[in-house]
Nanobody, 126 residues
């Protein structure tokens, strides 16, 4: 059993900041990367950012580049998402995801991830 628990969501005004955290626990596993996806009402879940567990290489969706920063603590199996300059368009449920495949392929796709958190709500008011 593997659990991913997100925290840090909330309500913030446009231009504000939030920091999300996601900690993995339970059955020992090999983590090769962790990332964040988000889903707004009426829309499909979309890629936000991910980071590799070895070198810590980050990848971002174009819509958040320059505003969001992903980081990780390998020893704690924890990933963070620092969100700055938030926009109303960032409003969504944010999901943490973990992958175990050593191959760096399709890392922007939901199918590349093996475990998912329950999500945390982020609401940005205008």
């Amino acid at each position: 059993q593997v659990q991913l628990v997100e925290s840090g969501g909330g309500l913030v005004q446009a231009g504000g900041s939030l920091r999300l955290s996601c900690a993995a626990s339970g059955r020992p596993l090999t983590t090769t990367g962790m990332g964040w996806f988000r889903q707004a009402p009426g829309k499909e879940r979309e890629f936000v950012a991910t980071i590799s567990w070895g070198p810590g290489t980050p990848y971002y969706a174009d819509s958040v580049k320059g505003r969001f920063t992903i980081s990780r603590d390998n020893a704690k199996n924890t990933v963070y998402l620092q969100m700055n300059s938030l926009k109303p368009e960032d409003t969504a449920v944010y999901y943490c995801a973990l992958r175990t495949d050593v191959r760096v392929i399709a890392i922007r796709s939901r199918s590349a991830y093996d475990y998912w958190g329950q999500g945390t709500q982020v609401t940005v008011s205008s």
